[in-house]
């Protein structure tokens, strides 16, 4: 059983969300001691005995995590099934925040880069880049 | 009316988006919820001639394997409408409509099996 299919229908987290199911699209992305991850490449055993953290725990009772405020006063969701991946590769990225790339043949921003590896149909990244 | 949501920004599903309480159509679970698999030809371009699904069937926890065989009752073709379509007459009566070079249109209308007006 894969960690995503562990998460969703043995933990019942199902705000981690699956889109390709072979590590393409990113949207079941989470946080695995730290490191933003596929949960559906790995298996829910490999998981033993580590920190997770997917979505739900980026919300803190009522409040907001500063990341989902800036979605939503940004815009940076449509449908939203992707956003959940989204977060997780831009907290993992704020948690390590590096010096924006020196090289002038570096066009994206970093949070363009960061987020660069979760795929989608939507334009929401767009939006997600202005939100910083 | 001292409110108008004509023209305003409404961010009603944005909390449930951002974190993960929002139900997909894949989040939903209810009793006795049984799983489909589709299997598909492994081949772009066979015939298939025929299928057994008795090893299928045969395994635990399967429920039914539905066939084209099983299924054929309900199944009704599917109609295929290359022409006309509304308007393709004006469009063909257009001076010039034949003669556009390399546009889409055509060389859409050359792929087409028999034109109908022109």
New interface residues.
Partial sequence: MTLADFL?DEL???????GCEHGICGACTILFDGEAVRSCLLLAVQADGANLM???G??QGEG?HRC?GR??RN?A?Q???C??GF?MTLLRSAGNAKAPPKRSSERRSPVTSAVAPVRTHRAGYLASETGG | MDQTYIGAPIAAEDFRLLTGKATFTDDIKLPHMSMPRFLRSPHAHARITSIDAARAQALPGTIAVFTFRTSAVWAKPIPLRLYPLPGWSIFCNIPGAGQIPLSWASRWRSSWPKPLTC
Avoid: Q
């Fill in positions: 969703r019942n987290l199902t705000g981690t969300h699956l997917t979505v739900e980026l919300a907001l989902n979605f939503t815009h969701l449908c939203g099934f956003t959940p977060l």
